[in-house]
């Protein structure tokens, strides 16, 4: 059976959610208040509907329990934001992800049991920061505050070097996961598999010790 999705609010993060969602063929739910916002999405999401989702019968007559996963993204009204998310916490939903318009809404929604509390301006702005100080990191995943993950592009400085000749764990303390070739992916390469110019390496390791590997081996010049 398809999963059934709800995505509440269709701002321009909410719409895109419930767009791709459709696309990967999933059965989406669309709420909001504005009826132009529901007049809009009514041809794209399975379902639309006008609604307030901070009215707790509302809620329940959409039988938004049985739902698989409800999105919350209604960034500016917090006030909204925070109490759709503890209904539908109360209503026993399975799966609740909300956007978080700062630290302090996240540090709420994380309190009263939102399952997946995102972030993306603050994530966007991450990554972007990361690729302005060196072309070759192509993206960043925060997993807490000290580790993350990091797409790197092999430039000059490591073509045809293979991973014991760079010797990236013990140096740096850091793990290649994967190296992506065009289409192709390795997971866990060996340490003589070599590095070609334009490869993609997956690296996790500690913050510090993956700036200081950005630093010595992926900051070609253009
Ligand atoms: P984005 O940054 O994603 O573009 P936005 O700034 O366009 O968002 P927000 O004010 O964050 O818009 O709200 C997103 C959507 O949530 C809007 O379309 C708004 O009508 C809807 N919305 C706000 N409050 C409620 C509510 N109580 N119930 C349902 N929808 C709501």
Redesign the pocket.
Known sequence: MKKQFAV???????GSICQSLVKQGMEVLA????ED?INKYANIATHAVI????DEDTLKSLGIRNFDHVIV?????IQ?SIL?TLMLVEQGVRHITVKAQNDYHEKVLNKIGAHKVVHPERDMGVRIAHNIVSKNVLDYLELSDEYSIVELMAGETVNGKSLIDLNIRAKFGCNIMAIKRKEEINVSPTADELIIQGDILIVIGADNDLNRLEQDLFNDED
């Not at 509440?8 to 909410?14: H, M, Q, T």
């Not at 609604?51 to 901070?54: E, H, K, L, P, Y």
């Not at 993204?73 to 009204?77: H, L, P, S, T």
Request: proline residues 0%; aromatic residues 4%.
């Open positions: 509440i609010g269709l701002g321009r993060f909410g709420i909001d208040i504005s916002k609604a307030d989702s901070t993204a209604i960034g500016d009204n909204s759709t």
